[in-house]
């Protein structure tokens, strides 16, 4: 799309200038979440999850758009399970690098400085895409880490092997094929070098 690439520059020439800001409205965002959802034995991921968009010819991680009055945490979890077939749930980070504050209510402190901290068990969100959709349209996709249900024993190793579940929305939305993959071979299928940035980073930050 034309629009695109020059929202793009806009913006990044916007935000290199000091306390530069941009502002969209409801009707030019659209707020998206995704889980790169992992195998995990003794807590290490092994293997992640990546559907396959039959159309376009195209290796993904899962993600889409938030429903109205719907969480993003929950969106992440739907969408995994709908464009997938597996189903998953949020993976605690041992330690998260965030510029989150502590609440007040728990640290006793009422002004933290805007400063990157460690979160210990943390299922916030560890990165964020900002995508320009069209001239003055931006998509925002919230990442957060998962881990596939029924694979893991209480004590976070893999217990038995899962397939997929038919009738979500996969068909209707063009995905096919989809798996669980070694981290690996997952980088060398990945169709976008952004996706694989993000399994990159979601592994390190997993596994420090």
């Not at 993976?91 to 901290?117: C, N």
């Not at 003055?136 to 004590?155: A, E, M, P």
Request: proline share 5%; hydrophobic share 40%.
């Amino acid at each position: 799309m034309v629009g695109g690439p020059v929202l793009y520059l806009a913006v990044r020439r916007l935000f290199t200038r000091r306390r530069a800001q941009v502002q969209f409205t409801s009707s030019q965002f659209v707020l998206s979440a995704g889980a790169i959802s992992f195998e995990f034995v003794d807590r290490v991921p092994q293997r992640v999850l990546l559907v396959h968009h039959s159309r376009k010819n195209e290796w993904l991680l899962a993600k889409g758009r938030k429903d109205q009055g719907e969480d993003l945490t929950a969106a992440a979890v739907r969408e995994v399970f709908e464009e997938t077939g597996y189903r998953c749930h949020l993976h605690p980070i041992p330690r998260l690098p965030t510029r989150a504050p502590v609440s007040a209510a728990l640290s006793g402190i009422a002004f933290q400085p805007d400063i990157v901290r460690i979160a210990e068990n943390s299922t916030e969100p560890f990165a964020i895409t900002i995508r320009p959709t069209g001239f003055g349209q931006v998509k925002l996709i919230f990442w957060y880490i998962g881990c596939v249900d029924s694979l893991q024993s209480d004590h976070g190793d893999a217990s038995a092997a899962v397939t997929p579940e038919r009738g979500t929305h996969m068909d209707a939305e063009g995905f096919g094929d989809t798996g669980l993959f070694k981290i690996e071979d997952a980088l060398k299928r990945l169709t976008y070098e952004g996706d694989r940035e993000l399994v990159r980073t979601a592994v390190a930050i997993l596994t420090p």
